[in-house]
């Protein structure tokens, strides 16, 4: 029998414990065994309390007890690493941009995205959105019924015709109650059982077929967009996904195909290193980064590139992220303040920013409010242009510092949050280590600062040319205001 070595041996107890065996070797594979992203915090914290560490994403890529071994710390360094961690985003954030070379590429950029003239291409016949009860999804169907004549078709991911079509059903009321969409514009509007990880959709030859000569226009909204996971998950969904999408695109009827990503793929190995604007020029492909989800998201955009080059009129689309509605307030459906932590990294941020009370007082803006309603309107318009570029940057370039965004959440109820200095921030965050550990966690695990990935990537992504764009059809981004924050603040603290 191998021996083992004390943190093997601590790591192999407690999953035996949390998984429920009796043995297990070094090498078994932790999800093979049974294992899930629920079960895994569990895990960590039965680790911790035997004086061993690790981050939490770690788990996906270090699948093994002998890989978890080989990386765990003792839980006395726990606390150093993370304020050192804590330190040098605080450190960058509190000093803005980048030097000279970042702002001669910037203003080379910005001359280049002027836009004269815009043509557009005529109204699409029949459009198909992939991950049709998505947030985004929902949103941008509005936008098609409201604006135009084309026929939308929802591709929906049930167990059932009649499933999917409640699903459809219970996403519109939420989103657009009292609008009645589905009735109103029930000639124009159907949904489609479908799943996008199987050949053809999961449709049947007839269906896709009809499909296939009927469509000429795809949007490929459909995506896995938790923050961590399994790669097998990732690739299947969102790479694979995407495969099958493009071979629907490429079959029957010419069709445009429009595929919503990141502005995450600018958050890579390569453009740590190159610390230059992340602009609508910029290909991800070749690209990699440390984060699954990232990563999958580059592979989708790198197939997307190769149909383009065969010929398909492609766009890309890299959202920001997503809030709420910014005229309904509405979020995200099924999301609520008990499993909020399913949500976008942007509400799961700022629901632990809340929690904690307290924010450093940093004048970069980090917090990204892309609102729902308006990034699918700006879809919308942008479906329409015929454009020599084929990538467009889709965020609020309203960002609100720290400081800021406690300065309008104290507005809507006095004293919600304390605004510090990066330094008292620093300091109170050690003096209430134990009590804040979880938050301070969970804070650097959605910045990626347990991905090793360059936090200054955040103020990279620049959409100067998006926007003139956006302006030349008439839609400006809003600013944030206190009524915007209300909505957040009644959320998590009705």
């Known amino acids: 029998?191998?021996?083992l070595n004390s943190k093997e041996q601590i790591i192999l107890e407690t999953w035996k414990e949390c998984l429920g065996r009796s043995a297990i070797g070094l090498d078994e594979n932790y999800f093979e065994l049974g294992g899930d992203s629920v079960k895994a915090l569990e895990l960590i914290e039965r680790i911790r309390d035997r004086g061993l560490t690790f981050p939490f994403a770690k788990i996906f890529s270090c699948q093994t007890i002998r890989e978890l071994a080989a990386i765990?710390?003792?839980v006395h360094d726990e606390k150093a690493d993370d304020m050192q961690k804590l330190k040098s985003l605080l450190t960058f954030f509190d000093q803005g941009e980048f030097p000279s070379a970042f702002s001669s590429a910037y203003r080379e950029y910005v001359s280049r995205s002027r836009v004269d003239n815009i043509a557009l291409r005529p109204e699409y016949d029949h459009i198909l959105i992939t991950g049709g009860t998505g947030f985004l999804a929902c949103h941008i169907a509005e936008q098609i019924l409201l604006n135009s004549q084309s026929k939308v078709t929802?591709?929906?991911?049930?167990?059932?015709?009649?499933?999917?079509?409640r699903r459809v059903e219970d996403c519109f009321s939420w989103y657009f109650p009292h609008k009645h969409y589905l009735s109103r514009y029930g000639s124009r509007?159907?949904?489609?059982?479908g799943d996008i990880t199987l050949d053809k959709l999961g449709l049947g030859a007839k269906e896709y077929e009809a499909l296939a000569r009927e469509l000429d226009c795809v949007i490929h909204a459909a995506a896995t967009i938790k923050h961590y996971g399994e790669w097998d998950d990732f690739y299947r969904i969102n790479v694979k996904g995407t495969d099958n999408t493009i071979a629907l695109a490429l079959a029957g009827r010419r069709k445009s195909l429009h595929y919503i990503s990141t502005i995450a793929a600018g958050f890579t190995v390569e453009r740590s290193r190159e610390r230059k604007p992340f602009t609508e020029y910029d290909l991800s492909a070749g690209q990699s980064s440390p984060n699954f989800y990232i990563q999958s998201k580059i592979g989708a955009e790198e197939?997307?590139?190769?149909?383009?080059?065969?010929?398909?009129?492609v766009k890309i689309y890299r959202m920001g992220f997503l809030v709420q509605g910014y005229h309904?307030?509405?979020?995200?459906?099924?999301?609520?303040?008990?499993n909020v932590y399913q949500a976008s990294v942007e509400l799961q941020l700022i629901a632990t920013l809340?929690?904690?009370?307290?924010?450093?007082?940093?004048n970069s803006g980090l917090l990204d409010f892309s609102y729902v309603d308006m990034a699918a309107q700006a879809v919308y318009l942008l479906l329409q242009v015929q454009d020599d570029s084929f990538i467009y940057h889709i965020f609020n370039p309203y960002k609100l510092s720290l400081a800021?965004?406690?300065g309008l959440a104290n507005r809507v109820k006095p004293q919600i949050l304390e605004s510090l200095s990066p330094e008292a921030y620093q300091t109170y965050v050690d003096a209430h280590y134990d009590e804040l550990k979880d938050e301070l966690q969970r804070i650097l695990l959605l910045t990626l600062a347990d991905d090793d990935i360059d936090q200054g990537l955040y103020l990279c992504s620049k959409c100067d040319r998006t926007l003139n764009l956006l302006a030349g059809r008439g839609f400006r981004w809003p600013e944030t205001e206190p009524r915007n924050i209300g909505h957040l603040i009644r959320f998590f603290h009705p």
């Open 1 to 3: 029998m191998e021996k």
């Open 72 to 74: 765990a710390e003792s």
């Open 154 to 165: 929802l591709l929906v991911r049930a167990a059932t015709a009649e499933q999917a079509r």
């Open 189 to 193: 509007i159907q949904v489609v059982k």
């Open 303 to 313: 197939k997307v590139c190769v149909a383009r080059g065969g010929g398909l009129d």
């Open 328 to 338: 309904s307030g509405i979020f995200q459906y099924g999301i609520n303040r008990q």
């Open 354 to 362: 809340l929690e904690m009370g307290r924010v450093p007082a940093l």
């Open 404 to 406: 800021e965004f406690a």
